[in-house]
């Protein structure tokens, strides 16, 4: 037998979150700080998520964030003449087109161009 097992978040999106009562600014940098942590670990994985906005962040009720909804993800393309590996084998996204909410894309993605991680 298959199972597909996800973990259950008690709370709503980031948008839900927010509208649901006025929080502190302290409750506003926790989770923003999750947020962070969330896509740092993402980078750490060499994972793009290309998609971050308010629907595809989760908000358990003890206010810890979640990011939701890899499915723009891409591994980060590594330098030329790297030793790593690709693991990927699916059609990859071609440099040029653009996948998104084009509302919270940063600049560089809305035009198309090659994205990466560093700050």
């Keep these: 037998m298959q199972y597909l097992v996800t973990e259950f978040i008690d709370g709503g999106s980031l948008r839900d979150w927010n509208n649901a009562a006025e929080q502190s600014w302290r409750e506003i940098v926790e989770l923003l700080i999750g947020v962070a942590d969330g896509l740092a670990a993402a980078h750490d994985a060499k ?33 030329e003449g790297s030793d790593a590996t690709k693991t990927v084998t699916e059609q990859r996204t071609q440099t040029g087109m653009v996948l998104g909410t084009v ?17």
Excluded: C, T
């Design 47 to 79: 994972i793009l998520h290309r998609d971050i906005k308010p629907g595809n962040i989760l908000v358990m009720k003890s206010g810890y964030a979640k990011l939701a909804d890899f499915g723009l993800a891409k591994l980060a393309e590594e330098p």
């Design 103 to 119: 509302a919270y894309m940063s600049p560089e993605q809305a035009q198309g161009k090659e994205l990466d991680y560093s700050a």
